[in-house]
């Protein structure tokens, strides 16, 4: 298969049937991309769709591409990535890129969400709450980095440590970069 066919092939699997709106007024540089981003990219390495589409909603929502970020939601849906996958992903923008873009990317996942009755709010993923959650963060933050977090907490002050209980960042700074 040439990538003219893989690029159409991958299309429909992703969107379904039809073109894309620029393919009327601007078919060539359409084709340019898909046939390069459905025809090749999509082609390279070793990851499956679901991780392809995970990426690309992570970037979309970063580069604040709403529009874009829609038809892929539903492309993500398509290749079998569940809601609570696609907003889990969207919600780990939020310590990178800000929790005002996380949220127009969060308003325009439920806007395809709504239009294809997926309900909301999907369910809450939490593991922790405001009791338990220095704690369990401290014991995988252990598993992770063994036992330079505990040293570094034990030379916290206590001051120090109720800053942590609001955000471990500047433990894995310090931790990281000491």
Do not use: W
Not at 49 to 59: A, F, G, H, S
């Amino acid at each position: 298969m040439n990538r003219i066919e893989k690029s159409e092939e991958k299309f429909k699997q992703l969107f379904g049937e039809g073109v894309p709106g620029t393919h009327a007024t601007d078919s060539d540089f359409q084709d340019i991309l898909s046939y390069f981003i459905f025809g090749e990219v999509f082609y390279q390495g070793n990851l499956d769709d679901k991780q392809r589409e995970l990426i690309t909603l992570v970037v979309l929502a970063t580069n604040q591409t709403l529009p874009q970020l829609k038809a892929y939601v539903s492309a993500a849906l398509n290749v079998g990535l569940t809601p609570v996958e696609i907003k889990e992903a969207v919600y780990q923008c939020a310590p990178y890129i800000g929790f005002p873009k996380t949220l127009n990317a969060i308003n325009e996942v439920n806007e395809v969400f709504k239009a294809k009755n997926i309900a909301l709010p999907v369910e809450s993923q939490k593991t922790v709450d405001e009791d338990n959650r220095f704690q369990k963060g401290l014991a995988t933050q252990g598993e992770i980095f063994r036992d330079g977090i505990k040293k570094n907490v034990g030379e916290c002050s206590i001051k120090s440590k109720a800053y942590a209980g609001i955000s471990f960042c500047f433990l894995l700074r310090r931790f990281l970069y000491s």
